[in-house]
Structures are given as structure tokens and as C-alpha cells.
């Protein structure tokens, strides 16, 4: 996907001023996020479990490469294929060639959000091969020509009758709003896909290194339909995605499932070892894992940056987050919107061009809160902010402009010395008796839409030294 | 020649942060005691089968909340009568069926049916492979037994193998799972733990699917729908007959 | 012996609401805490910091260790974002030479509500209430890094709910940013105001006539909104709200 990180200024105004978007993201409080802190606390060990899954991330990343290899040889004697790619270009290339090898006309694919980062639906389209997107919001977002706008729920701006339209103009369905409805023509629809479709692509929430198994976690059952109809199944997975042991997915699962949507658990999970054995009665007949880097080893080279490769994909962050609520997921771009995807976007696709998106966040704190893994995602902001204004780690991308550093240096200085401050202070005041705006000293950024604060006339700490503390103070104690 | 490039950027990326040398593969699989997995297993078998009577309580509560419809039978009998009940009630003319130890115990006679009713019971050495997946695709409901239940989560774990297809409980609107007494495990650790014995022994399936209750989507307007590419509607029987 | 403590007023007290500050050491002072004030304070270096200004920061994160190291008197700050800047991330801007002097400042460094139930251990204000004064109805605001950087949270809520004449009124998502967000409020203004607009909705939601939080910088972000809308609420930082609970005099 072609980064647009540049536009966030524009794209978060516009946002704003969508009544029905503000509306479907204001759910998002009551909804995801409600239902996912109550779940977390329903769960009697939760902060145990969130260290634990914290600390095997952790330790997995630290030794990725060992786990790599260990994954990847227990996916081969499961009769899989495993396909490094070190970007998406290549990733995308990976399949393709298949895809022409075994004379692939259609394909079923189950939610990815790295296939986004590789553009992959528009590829294959390119190469006469036919892409269908089958969980729900995905295919309308498919069908809109648009990006998902959430990492878990890819449709959550479109109203129903937005929806309605687009079926009816694309797929030629009788306009309705009422979702059940609306479901089942897309229910109709991909059932055919599923049946026509020479190969299944899918994501992967975990891979468990020591069996070689992919686990997907979905709701709706298009992951079990991609992985149970096509000859083929590819599963294309961000090399962070790996834990050590299959006795670790218990953890993960329920971190995952319980941030994500607050459920107990999905569903359905689905844990693929390979194609099927040849007694069984269905299956695809291959399978292949393609592991990708694509930029994730630049989060890993910096130290700084690591632990957003813990990242489960959950989604709570954004339901956690008030400028997510309010500029919703386009404006950030690129695939991952919200907090996790202003650390993740700036880096996987240019620190300078992407620079709105870490400065985009009032650092309440939300994200981390709620993070399952406790990425603290305020933290990796503020370097980021800092390496834009000093580019001190990554020099070429420093992008803060001259000025605004010199008016930082200048007031950083300034007020170094309490007196200056107290002077400048009683200047703005003498100001004020020819010209009053002189005590709202607060820039038209801040006054288009609220008051600036008053000056004080004299600063709190030269009203406390010309007061006589004895008499008006202490004897009030 | 891009899996050595790779793996090599892995490495690099490593090197230049924190990196504290534990030893993997004391944690890792191949170097797991596989006695001391067995012990466990046995431990939590044994467990699933003493303790049968609290964890069918705690797997009814856990999957009613997760949307199945639940029913408590005291013997297979029971289990076919409900499953001819709802056939005749809701018309369920095609029904397809795993060749399970479970699902064997069942009597579902013509005679108990609906007259029109079929079954298709699928077994891998049809001759036309095609044909048991049409059937599942065309099926009104589908009935499969299970390998465990989960009781902390309202979850039927099926694997898929030569007795149980991986579309009987997928493609048809309906579906229904039967589970045995002492399949019930208490939570998804111990589920795994037996799992990670599988994979030591060999004896892991390639295809395991954990079933918590009906497909479901809200990715319009939040609005909860059931029934999108899996069954809409799905039960529960919980036999308790020895 | 009275408790000694120094207190760091901010620079948005210092320059913009002096009354607030007087408030906080009448406070203290009718808790029974000696409360000095350094003439040479200024800023804790927060605004530089969150706007990625790591260097300029660090001076006067050094005016400020230098200033408060070597003391015995507790620092009190009447916010929870810049006590979170001397307690949290003076370590991300120091070299290796300022850890020390760091440790030692953050160590005694406090939130005004957090000093109170913490360190003096009062959480109950109603034996320190002579006579019981005009009823208020008030709604709280939670400030983020008091909450979540600090982990003060229920704290000042049962301060404010000691108090016999207040009524505290919960309100509906009080955790929630209001977006000020330091510089975040001049860069982002529209999404800022957006997210004030609806904390604004919610306070009015509640029913309460008076907002209080015991940060002064998102009650100054939150009546620009009220001011410019002519809305008929107030603000009150928490430190006025007990004041005048104590049923003392303001004065000048």
C-alpha cells in the first residue's frame, strides 16, 4: 500500500467534519473498548498473564533468528513450504509465481493486514488472477476500492445504507439496511468463491515455533473456509508474529481474543500444521508459509523501537485512543492506524514523510493501559518526536523546522532564569494597558476555538516574596 | 539466496541490541521429557473423567454464554430424540454426520427421521471425494462428536482426520457437536499441554479447529449478526451415559 | 515537627494562575505543613520534552535537580503531568552524570493530592472542617498522567468525597484525555478541541455545577471551551475546591 502518511493534516479535518463517521466511531468507547476492559477484568489473573505474554514476547524477539529456523524446520517436516521474503515486493512475487505455477485463477483470502502492506489484492488483479476478500468488512472495503479502516473492524465507517448502495451498485443486490439481510447476499456471493477458488491466503495471529502451526483466530468462519476449500493454502505472517511453545497459545489467545473484542474467546480458532495428511477427507494439498521482514528489521536493530514487535494486532489501542476516535483510520495513511501505527508506519515506510503521526497523540496514556503486552507505545513516541527534532539515531530524517527548534532553544533558556521570566511578565502587563490582547498570550492555533488564559500581573513566585508571610499566612493555619 | 539475506538482517538487527543468551532449546519441544508429558496428560485425563459431572456444570454455563444451545442427556438415546426433534421441527432433510466413536452411538434410524430425511455419513475412502464435499455443502445440518470440550471457554475442540471432515461442522447452517463424558477439560492450558504430547509422539492431527459457539460477524455498524460463512445456529449435547 | 515541603508551582500556575498556588499552600499549611517557595522557579522542562526537544529539556531538567538536590523537604508540584516529567523522564533526557542527582530530587517529589493521602496519609478532610460551608455539586476530571503515569486515582476522589459539603457527581468516561495535550493542543487545534468539545458534553452530562481535576492545564484547556461558548460551568482546581470546603477566606 502506497503511503500517504503525509496527508494526516488534511485527512483527520475532513474526518471531523463526517457526522455519521464521528457517530460510528464514538461507538468504538461504549463498544470494543468497554467490552474489552471488561473481559480483562473478568479474567482472574490477567496482569499475570499480560507480564508472561510480555515477557515470552520478549524473549522470542530477542532470539528471532533462532526461532526462524526452528519454525521453519518444523513447518518443513509437516510437508509445508516456508518462503522467506525480506520485503513485500517480494513476498508478493512469492506468490504470483505460484499462483501462475498451478494455473491459479481465483482466489479466497482471509483478513491480513500484511497483505495491505503489499498491495497484494492490486497485484494479483494486475496478473489476471482474481482476489475476493471474504471476511465481511473486508469485502466491503474491497468493494468500496478503499482501505480497512480498523484492524479489526475494516468497514466500522461505513453506515448500513452506505453499505446497501455498494452492494446493490456492485453486485447488484436489492437494497436494504437491514444487516441480516445484508449478511447473507454476502454470504451467497462468497460461498461460490469459496467453492470456485484454487487457492486460500491467509494471515496468521501466532505461529508456535516448536510444531510449526499457524493459529487463526477469526469469528465468522472465512478462515476455516480458505484453509478447508482450496487445493492451496498460502499464509503469508510478519516474522514478529512467532511464540516458542504450543503451550504458550493458551496465554496468547485469551490476551488477543479478550483486548480485541472483549470476547471470551472467538469463535473459532484454527491451528494449520501443514497440508492435510493423505487419509483425510479434505484440505488443501499444499501449504506455504511466507515469513515476512519488509521493514520489521529495523524495529528490531533499535532498541528503542523493539517492543513494537510484540504487537498481538489486537486493535485496543485505537478503541483505547480519543484521537483515534476522533480522526478515525485513514488519516494515518498507511495499514496501521491509531497509536500502534504511529510507531509502526513511521518506520516501515519513512520517519520524515510520516512525521504528523507521532506528534498526532495528546499522550494520555490510553494505548498502554489497555495493551495486552504492555507495549509502552507513549514512550516510543516521544523518541520518535525526539529523533524528528534531533535526528540523533536517524540523522536524514530529522524534519522539525529551523524555527520552531529556535524557539524552542530561546524559551528553554529563557527560562532558566526566574527573574527574566517575572520581567517579562510585568512587560506583557505594562503592554496590556494600551493594548489588553497582550495578557492572552495564547497563539490563534489555540484561540480560533477556546480563550486564551489571562496573565497573572505578577507571577506566583514574586507575589509570594513581596508578601509578609507572618501576618496574612501563617497565622491562618 | 533471500533466506540467507534474511536471516542474516535478523541477525544484524539482533546484535545491535540486548541479547541474553538463554538456552532455547531447554524450554523447546525436542528437548522436552516426553515422560514427564505423558504423566501430565495421564494426569489431566484422569482428571476429565473423575471430574466429569463439575465440568459438564461449568461447560454448560461457560457455553451458553459463548451462544450454544445446550442440552444435558442422560444417554445416547436421548441425544438421537433431540436430534430427531429438531429435525422434524425445523425440516432438516439432509444430515451429515462424522464416522466418530460418538457419533456411532447414536440411533438415527430412517424410522426415527423424517421420511424424507437423508444421511451422509462421511468416511474418506468414497470413491469420488467431490461427493462429501457436496454434501456438507449442501446439508442442513451437520453433526460431528468432538476431542475435547473446554469448560473455562464454552469450546468444542474437532480436529480434522479421516473420520471427521473439516466441513461437516462448517459449511451446513446448522450444527450440532456431541460430547462424552470425560472429554472436558478444564481450560485451553490443558488442551494444549495434551496437544504438545501429540506433536512429541506423532500423533498430532494437521488440522484442529477450537468451536466456541455460532460464526458471527459486527462489521456492520457493530451490529451483531450470526451465521456468515459458518453455521448460525449450533448445539451442544452433553451426554452423560458411560 | 511539621512536615517541610518546597513547593514547585508549574509555570501555568506561576504565570497564569497564582491564586491556585496560594490555594495549595493555605492547603498544606491548615494540614499542618510548612510550605516554602524557591524564588528561582521556573518550569520543569515538560513542554520541551513532549515536543521532542530532548536537549533544550535537559537544562532545565539540571536548574531543576540542581535547585531541589541535597534537600530533605519534599517537593510539591500541583500537577500530576509535570510531577510525572521529574518522577518518569528526567531519565530519558540526563547523561550518566545526572542520575544520581535525579534520583534523589524524584525520590521526594510529589502530587499535591498524592503528598496529602500519601505521604501525610489524610484521606479524610472532614475532621480539618470547622463549620460545614455552601454545598457544591462537582464532577471530576481525571488528568492522564496523574492516573496513568503516576497511579494516583482514587486518591482525590476520596479527598473530594470527605468533604461533607461537596457532592461529588461521577460523570461519564472522567478518564478519558481531554485533549490539551501541552503542544498537542496548538498543532493538532481541531482534533484538541474535538476531543475538549466532548469532555466538555460529558461534565455538562453529569449535572455539576463546578468541574474540578488536579491538573490546572486541562482545566485551563477546558474553560477556553466553556469561556468561549459562554457555557455556565466552572473550573476549579481541586486545591480550591478544598479550600474553600475548609471554609477558609481567599486572599490576596
Known amino acids: 500500500m502506497k503511503p500517504t502518511t503525509k496527508n494526516f493534516d488534511m485527512k483527520s479535518k475532513e474526518t471531523l467534519l463526517d457526522p455519521q463517521i464521528q457517530k460510528n466511531l464514538s461507538g468504538l468507547y461504549g463498544g470494543f473498548h468497554t467490552a474489552s476492559i471488561e473481559a480483562s477484568s473478568a479474567t482472574a489473573d490477567w496482569e499475570e498473564l499480560q507480564t508472561k505474554g510480555r515477557q515470552i514476547k520478549e524473549h522470542v524477539i530477542n532470539h528471532l533468528d533462532q526461532y526462524l529456523e526452528l519454525l521453519e524446520s518444523n513447518v518443513i517436516s509437516s510437508g509445508g513450504n516456508v518462503y522467506f521474503a525480506e520485503t513485500a515486493e517480494d513476498a508478493t512475487q ?103 477458488a484454487d487457492m486460500g491466503i491467509t494471515g496468521g495471529n501466532f505461529l508456535v515455533a516448536e510444531t510449526g502451526t499457524l493459529a487463526l483466530v477469526s469469528n465468522e468462519g472465512n478462515g476455516r473456509m480458505c484453509t478447508s476449500m482450496p487445493p492451496i493454502h498460502v499464509a503469508i505472517v510478519g516474522m514478529e508474529k512467532i511464540i516458542p511453545s504450543i503451550e504458550d497459545l493458551g496465554t496468547f489467545l485469551r490476551l488477543l481474543i479478550r483486548s480485541a473484542t472483549g470476547q471470551w474467546i472467538s469463535s473459532y480458532v484454527t491451528m494449520v500444521s501443514g497440508p492435510r495428511k493423505s487419509t483425510e477427507i479434505d ?189 496574612s499566612l501563617r497565622k491562618k493555619r | 539466496m533471500s533466506r540467507e539475506s534474511f536471516l542474516n538482517r535478523v541477525k544484524e538487527a539482533l546484535s545491535s541490541g540486548s541479547n541474553d543468551e538463554t538456552d532455547l532449546c531447554k524450554e523447546l519441544l525436542i ?84 421420511p424424507e430425511s437423508e444421511i451422509t455419513v462421511v468416511k474418506p475412502d468414497d470413491q469420488n471425494p467431490s461427493f462429501n464435499r457436496r454434501r456438507a455443502l449442501d446439508a442442513d445440518i451437520g453433526i460431528t462428536g468432538v476431542d475435547y470440550a473446554i469448560a473455562e471457554t464454552g469450546t468444542c475442540v474437532v480436529s480434522a482426520s479421516n473420520e471427521v471432515g473439516r466441513l461437516v461442522s462448517l459449511a451446513p447452517p446448522i450444527y450440532l457437536a456431541v460430547v462424552d463424558k470425560g472429554q472436558v477439560l478444564p481450560s485451553l492450558d490443558e488442551l494444549f499441554t495434551i496437544q504438545k504430547k501429540d506433536f512429541v509422539d506423532g500423533s498430532a492431527n494437521s488440522y484442529t479447529s477450537l468451536i466456541s459457539g455460532p460464526s458471527r460477524s459486527a462489521d456492520i455498524e457493530s451490529t451483531l449478526v450470526t451465521g456468515v460463512h459458518g453455521p448460525g445456529e449450533v448445539h451442544l449435547l452433553l451426554v452423560e451415559e458411560d | 515537627m511539621p512536615a517541610k515541603v518546597s513547593l514547585f508551582a508549574t509555570c501555568v500556575l506561576n504565570n497564569f494562575y497564582p491564586d491556585v498556588a496560594f490555594s495549595v499552600v493555605r492547603v498544606l499549611s491548615k494540614l499542618g505543613v510548612d510550605v516554602t517557595v524557591r524564588q528561582d522557579q521556573t518550569c520543569c522542562g515538560q513542554p520541551f520534552f513532549n515536543s521532542g526537544h530532548w536537549n533544550d529539556s ?72 470547622s463549620t460545614v460551608t455552601k454545598k457544591i455539586n462537582v464532577t471530576y476530571h481525571e488528568s492522564c498522567h496523574l492516573k496513568r503515569e503516576l497511579g494516583v486515582s482514587s486518591e482525590p476522589i476520596d479527598l473530594l468525597r470527605s468533604l461533607e459539603n461537596v457532592t461529588l457527581t461521577d460523570m461519564d468516561q472522567s478518564e478519558v484525555c481531554c485533549g490539551f495535550g501541552g503542544t498537542f493542543a496548538t498543532k493538532y487545534p481541531e482534533i484538541s478541541t474535538a476531543m475538549g468539545e466532548e469532555k466538555v458534553a460529558n461534565i455538562m452530562k453529569s449535572g455539576a455545577d463546578i468541574v474540578t481535576a488536579s491538573d490546572m492545564s486541562c482545566l485551563m484547556h477546558i474553560d477556553g471551551l466553556i469561556a468561549r461558548k459562554n457555557i455556565p460551568l466552572k473550573s476549579m482546581h481541586i486545591s480550591q475546591v478544598i479550600e474553600q470546603s475548609l471554609n477558609m477566606e481567599c486572599q490576596k
Request: aromatic share 8%.
Open chain 2, 31 to 114: 528437548n522436552d521429557n516426553v515422560n514427564d508429558l505423558i504423566e501430565r496428560t495421564e494426569a489431566i485425563r484422569y482428571q476429565s473423567r473423575t471430574d466429569w459431572m463439575k465440568l459438564y456444570d461449568t461447560l454448560t454455563l461457560s457455553s451458553r454464554a459463548a451462544g450454544w444451545k445446550v442440552h444435558r442427556c442422560d444417554s445416547y438415546d436421548e441425544a438421537s430424540d433431540y436430534i430427531a426433534t429438531l429435525a422434524f421441527e425445523r425440516n432438516l432433510n439432509h444430515i451429515v454426520i462424522s464416522d466418530q466413536e460418538s457419533t456411532g452411538r447414536l440411533n438415527l434410524e430412517k424410522g426415527n427421521l423424517p
Open chain 3, 58 to 129: 535537559s537544562k532545565l531538567m539540571r536548574k531543576f535537580v540542581e535547585d531541589y538536590s541535597g534537600g530533605l523537604e519534599d517537593i510539591v508540584l500541583p500537577s500530576g503531568s509535570c510531577t510525572s516529567m521529574v518522577r518518569n523522564h528526567y531519565l530519558e533526557v540526563c547523561s550518566e552524570d545526572d542520575i544520581a542527582g535525579i534520583r534523589d530530587v524524584s525520590a521526594r517529589t510529589f502530587e499535591f493530592t498524592e503528598y496529602i493521602t500519601r505521604e501525610l496519609g489524610i484521606s479524610d478532610l472532614a475532621p480539618f472542617q
Open chain 1, 94 to 196: 512469492y506468490i504470483i509465481n505460484l499462483a501462475k505455477k498451478k494455473d491459479v485463477k481465483t482466489v479466497v483470502k482471509s483478513k491480513s493486514m500484511l497483505s495491505e502492506e503489499m498491495s497484494l489484492n492490486e497485484e494479483l488483479t494486475k496478473h489476471g488472477i482474481e482476489p475476493y476478500e471474504t471476511d465481511l468488512g473486508e469485502y466491503i472495503v474491497q468493494l468500496a476500492e478503499e482501505t480497512p479502516y480498523h484492524i479489526i473492524a475494516p468497514a466500522i465507517h461505513k453506515s448500513r445504507e452506505e453499505i446497501s448502495k455498494l452492494f446493490a451498485d456492485k453486485i447488484g443486490t436489492k437494497q436494504t439496511e437491514d444487516v441480516e439481510t445484508l449478511t447473507s447476499e454476502a454470504r451467497d456471493q462468497l460461498r461460490d468463491k469459496f467453492i470456485q
Open chain 1, 283 to 471: 484440505g488443501p494439498e499444499e501449504f506455504h508459509l511466507v515469513i515476512v521482514d519488509n521493514g520489521r528489521s529495523k524495529m528490531l536493530a533499535d532498541p528503542h523501537l523493539r517492543e513494537a514487535l510484540y504487537c498481538l494486532r489486537c486493535g485496543a489501542c485505537l478503541n483505547a485512543c480519543p484521537v483515534y476516535r476522533k480522526v478515525g483510520g485513514h488519516s494515518y495513511g498507511w495499514v496501521y492506524p491509531g497509536p500502534i501505527g504511529a510507531i509502526v508506519s513511521p518506520i516501515l515506510t519513512g520517519l520524515s514523510d510520516a512525521k504528523n503521526l507521532p506528534f498526532a497523540s495528546s499522550l494520555c496514556g490510553a494505548c498502554k493501559e489497555v495493551c495486552p503486552v504492555k507495549i509502552d507505545i507513549p514512550r516510543m513516541l516521544l523518541y520518535l518526536r525526539n529523533q524528528l527534532a534531533e535526528g540523533k539515531n536517524y540523522p536524514d530524517q530529522q524534519s522539525v523546522g529551523f524555527w520552531e527548534r529556535a524557539v524552542s532553544k530561546f524559551l528553554s533558556s529563557l527560562l532558566l532564569n526566574s527573574k527574566a521570566v517575572g520581567f517579562l511578565l510585568r512587560s506583557a502587563n505594562l503592554i496590556a494597558t494600551i493594548a489588553p490582547f497582550a495578557r492572552k498570550p495564547f497563539p490563534p492555533s489555540w484561540t480560533k476555538s477556546r480563550e486564551s488564559p489571562t496573565l497573572a500581573k505578577k507571577t506566583f513566585v514574586d507575589q509570594w516574596a513581596s508578601l509578609d508571610l507572618d501576618a
